[in-house]
């Protein structure tokens, strides 16, 4: 009889102690730093501080690993235009003119993310946040918004009667490095950048999706800004990557691969034709030596 009320005691002492047990004690970091986040900050300061840091962060943290390459003389042999390594003078001459574009043209477009979440009603809740497969689909459907707005209106700015005031700023930089990717003129910041929000406009329901489609977009403009075409990079698992030799090329040439992801539209308009016939020419010159 003793043993069985100490059995009960302890059994109704597990049962209460269960009641104070919080449903997930033991959440994963990236879902308790989202919690912290929502708890403690308004969704004004959420969506326009943290857009902010976000884009700043990832811009930079990811042009990192480019800026490296340069001191590392293995990897010279993936660096695309060899005959013209960065220096200096040229990094710190656009690092000057890009700190100014993104203090007082993107620092306000990216602020506007706020008065966009109230707008749509862009949930920030973390239990809301769409499943991984759903936001890949969503990261697809605005590459391709933006691919097409992209090559259309880059296209345009590469018209003679617009090129010197306006898209020849980005063009200072024939050998482009990772941190050129956002280097350019207020105004095409302004033209290009409303291609970013044409796909996120249709899809966004939560502010991951707009935070984690500005971190890809960035990966991928600075990838084919880098100036190198790395092996197995996982970009290229993307159907129809263009690259960083793809884009390269566009700034050795000015003229041609018009598209800022993929290759398609260059394909269908034909205004890869230089590039393929520069590679026809590089090919016969290996054959040659060979």
């Known amino acids: ?10 059994r109704l002492s597990a049962s209460e102690y269960l009641e104070y047990i919080p449903e997930n004690p033991l959440k994963p970091p990236m879902e308790s730093a989202w919690t912290y986040m929502t ?30 390459f340069q001191f590392i003389p293995y990897m010279r042999k993936y660096k695309i235009q060899k005959d013209k390594p960065e220096t200096a003078a040229s990094q710190w001459k656009c690092l000057r003119i890009l700190l100014v574009n993104q203090l007082f043209v993107q620092l306000p477009m990216v602020c506007g993310s706020y008065v966009y979440c109230e ?16 936001l890949m689909g969503q990261f697809l459907v605005c590459l391709v918004i933006e691919d097409t707005w992209h090559y259309f209106f880059h296209r345009a700015l590469h018209d003679k009667r617009i090129y010197k005031y306006i898209h020849k700023i980005h063009h200072n930089f024939q050998a482009p490095f990772g941190i050129v990717a956002e280097y350019a003129h207020p105004a095409e ?33 600075i990838d084919v800004h ?10 290229h698992l993307l159907p129809f990557y263009g690259g960083a030799r793809f884009h390269d090329f566009h700034h050795m040439n000015f003229n041609g691969n018009y598209s800022s992801t993929f290759t398609y539209w260059d394909k269908i ?11 026809e020419k590089e090919a016969a ?6």
Request: with cysteine; charged share 15%.
């Open 269 to 279: 308009f034909g205004t890869d034709k230089q590039f393929i016939e520069y590679n």
């Open 189 to 221: 910041t302004m033209i290009l950048g409303l291609g970013f929000m044409w796909g996120i406009m249709l899809t966004c329901n939560h502010l991951m999706l707009l935070w984690g489609w500005m971190a890809f977009r960035l990966l991928e403009t």
């Open 119 to 134: 707008f749509f009603n862009i949930s920030f809740e973390w239990d809301k946040m769409p499943a991984w497969y759903v």
């Open 1 to 10: 009889m003793a043993e069985e009320g100490i059995m009960e005691t302890m």
């Open 39 to 68: 708890d403690n900050y308004t969704r004004f300061q959420i969506a326009t501080v943290g857009s902010v840091l976000v884009h700043m962060a990832t811009y930079y943290l990811l042009s990192f690993p480019a800026f490296t």
């Open 226 to 235: 880098s100036g190198y075409d790395l092996p197995l990079n996982p970009l």
């Open 285 to 290: 010159k290996v054959e040659k030596k060979d």
